[in-house]
């Protein structure tokens, strides 16, 4: 049984010009001791798509799902009290920004603690000590003294770590981390890399890691979705995306990072932009910056299609003896 | 080639209020950093956050002037101690990091480009217009975008919007703070082939800030890792890619992550983070977080020295063995 | 130096118009500015023409009300409504004044304050809070029994008395925007200190501004008709609404509508405009703006 399945979904946001929509057609499968990365440029729909399962968009979003099942439970069924009761608990979720996402007014102790009581209940002893081995584990170092610590006397790097040992309090089955390391160092990242890795292993977690940075990607993930403008486009073993892609976004993408391209003074580049609202092509999204484009793919919508463990949506995809078409 | 950016023992100290009623304690955000720039070449900048690679730039392109140190521009002094010359000020110009923050919400992209012509030379109100147009085109805009307001552009439109207002002086020296990473994947290589576009067809001499080692192994031509305020190992970037020496330049090429996926590469562990500028440790300032460090280490802060063909402020650097080599520099070569 | 794209004012109305409350007020203030203008013309009569006939004559609608006399009249006989309807000429007249004197004096103080900080911010910042520290009320009417009662006199005094909270909200603003990266990337180019005072920050500190300059207007108009209720403000026979109030006083329990009337135009319009200030203050608020 998958730990988390989602099926078809798709998210769409009230604007003044009528509907945005930012995700379209999402299918996630995640089994415990899972490592799915999501990788995507910003407005590709990847926050977005976790943010809709974690159940925090406003109420004004449109969410349609056909499935969507965290631990055997399926969501579209549940009350949103019982909901939200599963956020903390079974799935957890970290940020970007670990200064911000601290309350700066209590110490880190107490919020950790706030987090056990909601999820675990117990005596404020057993809390205590509860709080002090999670921040053990997540490496704070002196955890007593830590615990009585204010946010804003941390570093970027302990704040992180202390969102983490938060995310943990109530032993989830999956955790979703999205952009954890962005904000900090690059010394910094690799310790907290290196953390949620020994952590997913050890707890046997489900991690879901969501980031636009390919370098982190090869490095952690074992399974990788690439969003293009709120679409999924391939997933893919990690092995299989960064040697054969078959999108050729993804090929695009990857040949664009400087230390995957052919040495020279220039760079290979995509052209032109993401669309937006307003200029969202007929056919494939990626269609207008494509250089394999034909005349299909300008007038008609790939399809999402589904090949043993990989996804795919594309007509023409790079990388392949045989061309499947949907 | 022609020098055009010296740089000896600059200095930049901060007033850090520690509480109401103690002494203001001074932090040496910058603590002597020596470098010299020719025509054409581009020297990278690399730490992390508080390095003071950021302060440098404030310092290079006098929005502070330095609190000690020299400046040479175009082979004249920049005097540091009284306000700047204008006609001096005009050679160095900088790219910030935020095309979102670095752009006047309320200003057209005509405004924002003439702004430095109107300021600093005679041309007519055509003749700016012109120049406009002419700068637009030469960085990838299309000019009749000129009436147009900020927020109406892309990040990567934006960037070139603001590489444009930089070159619109003609500068000698551009300071790029961190020019491509708020920018997205597909932006990046487009903006980095136009700022190299840009240098050979205009012998602009970079200074390019990053934290990004991918990006700098790409576009340096010499690199300076700096830690704590000091720069701790100054080379040509093939040699410091393919043979870094100091400790934490070590570590760090270990750290940055590399899109490949193949052999696990053996990982230089750094414990902790860069020390709190109100209490500087004792001696090398790496000394707290370094594998190798010994007595010898505590006693003072290692100065830059010459050691094969880099300069590395690191005592110990002969005696360590060398680590395997991360993959981002064995691929450079 | 235009303050506002020509799109950043449609996309404000575009949020706007969804207030209905501010839709509402700015009707009301519509209506008030129609009196404004045409007073001469839909004024039935002279505000100060004395009817000897007709003393508190009450509203038409009453048994005893009479044609033409539709709010009635007051006690030497001068018709309500041409009263009320001259008393907006004053009421607008005193809420521009006063607050464009506030704007233009804090919004420079406020500038130099947060720009230069040091000594200038610190003799500006403190002298405001000098300012803050009397009851508003108190200060404004010790200035017009210094200066001498009269009109012009309490609008001197009741803009002094708002100066502190454009001076604050100016300064305020200021410090937040000047350390921007655009505002640093001017000074590159080697702007003045006075072009990015003016020409760099002081545009992208306007929004609140405006949204504090609307709802002073009220309080201005408020604080005028106080100071007239008191006898310190306009002086008779001037058709003030405030003043129309304190002329009414002995009238109260026989003859109420000339009490209720001026009151209720007060009301009216004070409401109106806090309306509009509350729309406006969420359609300039980029925060409050759905994306």
Redesign the interface.
């Given at each position: 049984m998958s730990l988390l399945s989602v099926r078809n979904l798709s998210v769409a946001?009230?604007?003044?010009n009528g509907w945005f929509q930012a995700v379209e057609g999402i299918h996630l499968e995640v089994n415990a001791g899972d490592i799915l990365a999501i990788v995507g440029?910003?407005g590709s729909g990847k926050s977005v798509a976790m943010m809709a399962v974690m159940n925090l968009l406003p109420p004004?979003a449109r969410i349609t799902c056909d499935e969507l099942k965290i631990d055997g439970q399926d969501l579209l069924a549940m009350p949103a009290k019982q909901r939200r009761k599963l956020n903390g608990g079974t799935v957890s979720m970290i940020f970007q920004e670990p200064m911000s996402s601290l309350n700066p007014c209590f110490t880190v102790g107490y919020q950790i603690d706030e987090a056990i009581r909601i999820h675990l209940g117990g005596s404020k002893k057993e809390r205590t000590e509860r709080v002090l081995h999670l921040l053990e584990i997540v490496g704070i170092p002196d955890p007593i003294r830590r615990y009585k610590a204010y946010p804003h006397q941390m570093?970027g790097?302990?704040s992180q770590r202390a969102m983490i040992a938060m995310a943990l309090a109530a032993n989830p089955k999956l955790l979703i981390a999205d952009e954890p390391t962005t904000a900090l160092?690059?010394?910094?990242?690799?310790?907290i890399?290196?953390l949620l890795l020994k952590l997913q292993q050890t707890q046997g977690m489900g991690l879901i890691l969501i980031t636009?940075?390919?370098?982190?990607?090869?490095?952690t993930a074992q399974q990788v979705v690439v969003q293009y403008a709120g679409q999924q486009v391939e997933k893919q073993p990690?092995?299989g995306l960064?040697?054969t892609p078959h999108h050729p976004y993804t090929a695009?993408?990857?040949d664009?990072?400087?230390?995957?391209?052919p040495v020279g003074?220039?760079?290979?580049?995509?052209?032109g932009?993401?669309p937006g609202q307003k200029d969202r092509p007929l056919g494939c999204l990626f269609s207008p910056?494509c250089t394999h484009a034909q005349a299909l793919c300008r007038e008609q919508q790939p399809p999402l299609v589904r090949e043993a463990k990989e996804w795919l949506r594309c007509y023409y995809p790079l990388n392949l003896a045989e061309v499947s078409h949907g | 080639m022609a020098e055009v950016l010296r740089a000896v023992n600059l200095q930049q100290e901060y007033r850090a209020r520690q509480g109401l009623l103690q002494k203001p304690l001074m932090v040496r955000a910058l603590n002597g950093v020596s470098f010299s720039l020719n025509a054409g070449e581009t020297l990278a900048v690399v730490g992390e956050s508080g390095c003071g690679k950021s302060t440098l730039a404030r310092s290079l392109t006098l929005i502070e002037t330095p609190s000690a140190g020299e400046l040479w521009l175009a082979g004249k002094p920049v005097n540091t101690a009284t306000k700047p010359d204008a006609a001096l000020r005009q050679r160095i110009q900088m790219v910030f990091q935020n095309p979102y923050g670095s752009l006047n919400p309320r200003k057209t992209i005509q405004q924002m480009l003439e702004e430095p012509l109107l300021l600093n030379t005679p041309l007519s109100s055509e003749q700016r217009r012109a120049a406009v147009a002419d700068m637009m085109s030469r960085v990838g805009l299309r000019p009749e975008f000129a009436e147009r307001y900020p927020h109406m552009f892309s990040g990567g439109q934006r960037q070139r919007i603001a590489i444009a207002r930089a070159l619109m002086l003609k500068p000698q020296v551009v300071v790029l703070d961190e020019p491509v990473s708020a920018l997205d994947l597909s932006v990046r290589a487009q903006i980095l082939n136009l700022l190299t576009e840009l240098q050979q067809d205009l012998g602009l001499a970079y200074v390019f800030i990053s934290h990004d080692l991918s990006v700098v192994q790409r576009i340096a031509d010499y690199v300076m890792v700096m830690y704590f305020g000091r720069a701790v190992e100054y080379a040509a970037a093939q040699t410091i890619f393919s043979h870094p020496q100091h400790p934490y330049t070590q570590a760090l090429f270990s750290a940055t992550p590399v899109a490949e996926v193949g052999e696990k590469r053996e990982r230089i562990h750094l414990q902790g983070e860069p020390p709190s500028p109100l209490r500087p440790p004792q001696g090398c300032p790496f000394g707290p977080r370094c594998a190798y460090v010994q007595d010898i280490c505590r006693k003072e802060v290692p100065a830059l020295r010459e050691l094969n063909g880099a300069q590395v402020a690191c005592v110990r650097a002969e005696t360590l063995n060398e680590p395997s080599l991360p993959n981002i520099s064995a691929r450079l070569l | 130096m235009k303050l506002f794209a020509d799109d950043a004012w449609r996309t404000t109305w575009n949020y706007f118009k969804e207030s209905k409350g501010g839709l509402l007020g700015l009707g009301f203030l519509g209506l008030v500015m129609f009196c404004v203008i045409f007073a001469d013309i839909i004024a039935p009569f002279d505000p100060s023409l004395q009817n000897r006939d007709a003393l508190l004559l009450p509203p038409i609608w009453t048994e005893a009300g009479h044609w033409p006399y539709i709010l009635g009249t007051d006690a030497v006989g001068r018709d309500v409504l041409s009263r009320l309807i001259y008393g907006a000429r004053y009421s607008m007249f005193i809420g521009f004044v006063v607050v464009s004197l506030a704007v233009i004096v804090g919004t420079l103080l406020g500038l130099l304050a947060g720009y230069y900080q040091g000594w200038v911010d610190t003799v500006i910042m403190r002298l405001m809070d000098v300012i803050l520290a009397f009851p508003s009320l108190l200060l404004a009417l010790g200035l017009v029994a210094v200066l001498g009662p009269g009109l012009v006199n309490a609008m001197y005094a009741i803009a002094l008395v708002m100066l502190p909270h454009f001076v604050r909200l100016t300064r305020a603003n200021v410090l937040s925007e000047k350390n921007r990266d655009y505002v640093v990337a001017s000074r590159i180019v080697g702007a003045s200190n006075w072009r990015l005072m003016f020409n760099s920050i002081l545009p992208n500190c306007m929004a609140p501004l405006i949204v504090q300059a609307t709802l002073s207007f009220s309080n201005a108009i408020l604080d005028a008709a106080a100071l007239g209720f008191l006898g310190m403000g306009a002086q008779p026979p001037i058709p003030e609404w405030g003043a129309m109030l304190a002329e009414a006083r002995e009238f109260i329990s026989r003859a109420w509508w000339v009490v209720t009337f001026p009151g209720l135009a007060i009301l009216l319009t004070v409401l109106s405009i806090n309306l509009v200030g509350d729309a406006l203050r969420d359609a300039l608020d980029p925060r409050m703006r759905r994306s």
């Open positions: 946001f009230p604007t003044q440029e910003s004004t570093s790097g302990m160092d690059v010394t910094v990242q690799a310790q890399l290196e636009h940075d390919m370098g982190v990607v090869a490095e990690v092995f960064f040697n695009a993408l990857l664009a990072l400087p230390e995957r391209a003074d220039f760079l290979p580049t995509i052209q932009i993401v910056r | - | -």
